[in-house]
């Protein structure tokens, strides 16, 4: 079993995951924004956004996924917090702003956002897709397939792409390279993610996938090892130490 712990750590990153709500980290749980409340762990003192992403860079995590929920819900996109992590830290950012334009996208770039994700929840036309890809190369966009126990959130119209695997197939021939397969009714829920439609999409696709929403322990990381995901974002299972800092550190998961 050691063996493909020291496995991961070459081939599968382990990010993890803030939610920015009225300016605080907030426990994001089952997509259920209105009740999201304050991060409370014994692994922060506060829920201030710059003295976790401090912790989390000391912690040995090189990379994370931003949730600008603030931008989502209100586009009240915090700029000022984006140039203050950059300041702090040297983590890279993957920033879920609920990107639907080029203007938005650049401003981020400028805060020196290391990725932007644009999801389907927010995503209004599919051919931004293929316009963001061409203008900031495909490796500085992200596709995230938000879910909603399984059925894909939109404001676009998917026509006869309703099944994932169909609408990722699009988004792949559109020139996207990577994808963040979300299912938000399993956030924060510690209930394991969809194995049957990562094995599908991975088995289907030539993408770099990356997962959350539902990841429970280090067993979860291994089988998604195993499968070839690209990373795995992880929130509620660090944060309430069923995924313990130390262990991921003995294991070599992070340095």
Do not use: C
Not at 23 to 49: C, D, M, W
Not at 123 to 130: D, G, N, P, R, T
Not at 201 to 209: E, G, P, S, T
Request: proline share 2%; charged share 25%.
């Amino acid at each position: 079993m050691i063996s493909l712990y020291n496995l991961i750590m070459d081939t599968m990153k382990i990010i993890p995951v803030i939610d920015i709500l009225n300016g605080k980290v907030v426990h994001a749980k089952g997509g259920i924004r209105n009740e999201y409340q304050p991060l409370k762990t014994s692994l922060f003192a506060s829920s201030n956004p710059i003295d976790i992403v401090i912790k989390l860079e000391k912690m040995g995590f090189k990379d994370l996924y931003l949730a600008d929920l603030d931008s989502i819900i209100k586009k009240q996109t915090n700029f000022s917090l984006l140039e203050n992590i950059r300041d702090s830290s040297k983590i890279d950012l993957m920033v879920d702003a609920g990107v639907t334009n080029k203007d938005l996208a650049i401003r981020l770039f400028k805060r020196n956002v290391t990725k932007v994700i644009v999801g389907t929840e927010t995503l209004v036309s599919i051919v931004f897709l293929k316009d963001a890809v061409e203008f900031f190369g495909k490796d500085k966009i992200i596709v995230s397939l938000d879910l909603a126990n399984g059925k894909i959130l939109n404001r676009f119209n998917l026509k006869g792409q309703k099944r994932p695997e169909a609408f990722l197939e699009t988004v792949e021939n559109l020139g996207v390279s990577q994808i963040i397969i979300l299912d938000l009714a399993r956030v924060g829920s510690k209930k394991g993610v969809n194995i049957q439609l990562i094995k599908k999409i991975l088995r289907n696709l030539k993408l770099d996938v990356y997962v959350g929403g539902g990841i429970r322990d280090i067993e979860d990381l291994i089988e998604l090892k195993q499968l070839g995901v690209s990373g795995s974002l992880i929130g509620t299972a660090l944060y309430s130490k069923t995924i313990d800092i130390d262990d991921l550190r003995n294991k070599k998961l992070i340095s």
